[in-house]
């Protein structure tokens, strides 16, 4: 069984990697970039916002375990 701080932690690295994901977005976003430079910040954001949900999916596999 996963503990409580151990879970916090984890919630924790999702809300880090959510927002880098954000970040990133609105960087590919913004008018003033190269084409190259929005490219790589939309691959960033993409890899970001995967890496979320697979943090995601443990924690959920986790708690369904810990029942």
């Known amino acids: 069984m996963i503990s409580s701080a151990a ?4 919630k924790l690295a999702v809300d880090q990697l959510e927002e880098a994901f954000h970040t990133y977005d609105e960087r ?5 970039l190269d084409s190259y430079e929005a490219a790589l910040n939309r691959g960033r954001a993409l890899a970001f916002q995967e890496a ?5 999916s443990a924690l959920h596999d986790i708690d369904v375990k810990s029942l």
């Open 52 to 56: 979320a949900h697979q943090v995601k």
């Open 7 to 10: 879970r916090d932690r984890v």
């Open 28 to 32: 590919a976003n913004d008018d003033s």
